[in-house]
């Protein structure tokens, strides 16, 4: 079992920066799970953000926030983070982890077993 805790988020002006974190509970270690960051909006589905396998080598991101958010990782500390700059209004969402088993990353939440309670980023204009 995997328990996946994010932290990190809160309210912030458009323009300024967030750093989230998710952080793997418990004994194992993080270093086999491809991790995903997904975020959904009042109303709205559950929608991908970025994603970045174990080894950290591969990284994929959904096009609104390519050149803004950077996922990464630090397996020795169990834990993945999101660092979110040059934020909008419309980036306003409760931001959640997710993990799968093995190295494959995907856009699709159905891929990914593990979830977090998530965490609220608001972004005000």
């Known amino acids: 079992q995997v328990q996946l805790v994010e932290s990190g988020g809160g309210l912030v002006q458009a323009g300024g920066s967030l750093r989230l974190t998710c952080a793997r509970s418990?004994?194992?270690?993080?270093?086999?799970?491809?991790v995903g960051w997904f975020r959904q909006a009042p109303g709205k589905e559950r929608e991908f953000v970025a994603a970045?396998?174990?080894?950290?080598?591969?990284?994929i991101y959904t096009d609104s926030v390519k050149g803004r958010f950077t996922i990464s990782r630090d397996n020795a500390k169990n834990t993945v983070y999101l660092q979110m700059n040059s934020l909008k209004p419309e980036d306003t969402a409760v931001y959640y982890c997710?993990?799968?088993?093995?190295?494959?990353?995907?856009?699709?939440?159905?891929?990914?077993?593990?979830w977090g309670q998530g965490t609220q980023v608001t972004v005000s204009s």
């Open positions: 997710a993990a799968r088993e093995g190295d494959s990353i995907y856009y699709s939440r159905t891929r990914y077993n593990y």
């Open positions: 418990g004994r194992r270690t993080f270093s086999h799970n491809a």
């Open positions: 970045i396998s174990w080894s950290g080598g591969s990284t």
